[in-house]
């Protein structure tokens, strides 16, 4: 055993080599493309069942490539994590983010102004400068704080956290809105709904996956709605794809959803047309 062992390491070796060097390659064409600024943002429209209306958008970093084509948001967002390069990418898709939806704002007339959703990973919650980054970001643009949603994930709420707990009262006092990304997919108990300034939970894609046939994730779906109605927080459906899943989600007090049935993640021009198309009618 111990010297198939030893071949089946020789054997994949190579492979591994060549592995590193192609993470190293990425790191580094990563490094490259964060001081080029050689990324984009699209948007994904939020929609109020109810209503039908846009009331949001959440923000999705690209990465145009040119020659290896389009590296995936899963992939380069892990390594930056990784690496430490997602403090500069961070803070570039929040200054964009936040410019972006203020000039959509200034475009069209909303009695209720459409928000941005930043998504925030782990390591920018930790970091002390973010907050910073925050404030600047909205003075800046000129976005008002009510029009910010950050998404954090569970991971970042596992245990009592004096830190993460101050900045998230702080972010909240400004007039901020915490949302809750991938909601029922991390390891973790629910005390933190009760601990921390949440307002907002998004039931992660594979529960709405198996509804409406399902019926344990239908069951498991509506006492995640009950559960956010109960303790005063929103509920966002992610990646909503099929009419009865909008049906159901709708009848059971669902109030918001976000998925290819309503329109993929888009360029902000597209955008525009979406929430200029909904103001018309
Ligand atoms: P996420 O935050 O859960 O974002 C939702 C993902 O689901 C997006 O993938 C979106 O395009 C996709 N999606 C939306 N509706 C549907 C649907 O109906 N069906 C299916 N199959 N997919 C749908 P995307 O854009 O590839 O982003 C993947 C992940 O990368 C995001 O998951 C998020 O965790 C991360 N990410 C993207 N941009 C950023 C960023 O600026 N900062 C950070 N920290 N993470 C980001
Ligand atoms: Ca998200
Ligand atoms: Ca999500
Ligand atoms: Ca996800």
Same mark, same amino acid.
């Given at each position: 055993?111990? @010297?198939?062992?030893?071949?089946?390491?020789?054997?994949?070796?190579?492979? *591994?080599?060549?592995?590193?060097?192609?993470?190293?390659?990425?790191?580094?064409? *990563?490094?490259?493309?964060?001081?080029?600024?050689? $990324?984009?943002l699209l948007y994904q429209?939020?929609?109020?069942?109810?209503?039908?209306?846009?009331?949001?958008f959440?923000a *999705?970093?690209?990465?145009?490539? @040119?020659?290896?084509?389009?590296?995936?948001?899963?992939? $380069?967002?892990?390594?930056?994590?990784?690496?430490?390069?997602?403090?500069?990418? &961070?803070?570039?898709?929040?200054?964009?983010?936040?410019? %972006?939806?203020?000039?959509?704002?200034?475009?069209?007339?909303?009695?209720?102004?459409?928000?941005?959703?930043?998504?925030?990973?782990?390591?920018?919650?930790?970091?002390?400068?973010?907050?910073?980054?925050?404030?600047?970001?909205?003075?800046?643009?000129?976005?008002?704080?009510?029009?910010?949603? *950050?998404?954090? @994930?569970?991971?970042?709420?596992?245990?009592?956290?004096?830190? =993460?707990?101050?900045?998230?009262?702080?972010?909240?006092?400004?007039?901020?809105?915490?949302?809750? %990304?991938?909601?029922?997919?991390?390891?973790?108990?629910?005390?933190?709904?009760?601990?921390?300034?949440?307002?907002?939970?998004?039931?992660?894609?594979?529960? =709405? %996956?198996?509804?409406?046939?399902?019926?344990?994730?239908?069951?498991?779906?509506?006492?995640?709605?009950?559960?956010?109605?109960?303790?005063?927080?929103?509920?966002?459906?992610? &990646?909503?794809?099929?009419?009865?899943?909008?049906?159901?989600? @709708?009848?059971?007090?669902?109030?918001?959803?976000? &998925?290819?049935?309503?329109?993929?993640p888009m360029?902000l021009?597209?955008s525009?047309?979406?929430?200029?198309?909904?103001?018309?009618?």
């Open positions: 055993a111990k @010297t198939s062992g030893k071949r089946q390491w020789r054997r994949f070796r190579p492979e *591994l080599r060549e592995n590193m060097a192609k993470r190293h390659d990425l790191r580094v064409r *990563l490094g490259r493309a964060i001081e080029e600024e050689e $990324f984009s429209p939020v929609v109020d069942l109810a209503a039908g209306e846009v009331v949001g959440e *999705l970093a690209r990465w145009p490539h @040119t020659r290896r084509g389009l590296v995936s948001p899963l992939q $380069f967002i892990a390594l930056a994590e990784e690496t430490g390069q997602i403090t500069p990418l &961070g803070a570039w898709v929040l200054r964009n983010a936040a410019a %972006d939806i203020a000039r959509l704002q200034s475009r069209t007339a909303r009695p209720v102004p459409p928000y941005v959703s930043v998504n925030v990973s782990a390591r920018q919650w930790r970091d002390t400068g973010f907050l910073g980054e925050v404030r600047r970001s909205l003075d800046i643009s000129g976005l008002r704080p009510e029009s910010l949603q *950050l998404e954090l @994930t569970e991971s970042v709420l596992v245990r009592r956290d004096d830190h =993460i707990d101050a900045l998230l009262r702080t972010l909240k006092n400004m007039g901020i809105r915490i949302a809750v %990304d991938d909601f029922g997919t991390g390891f973790s108990s629910l005390r933190y709904l009760r601990d921390f300034p949440i307002d907002v939970l998004k039931i992660d894609k594979t529960f =709405i %996956d198996d509804i409406p046939e399902e019926p344990r994730q239908v069951a498991l779906v509506e006492g995640i709605i009950r559960l956010a109605d109960t303790l005063g927080l929103q509920v966002i459906a992610e &990646g909503v794809e099929g009419q009865a899943q909008r049906e159901l989600l @709708t009848s059971m007090g669902c109030g918001f959803g976000q &998925g290819f049935l309503f329109a993929p360029d021009g597209e525009e047309t979406v929430l200029l198309r909904h103001d018309d009618a």
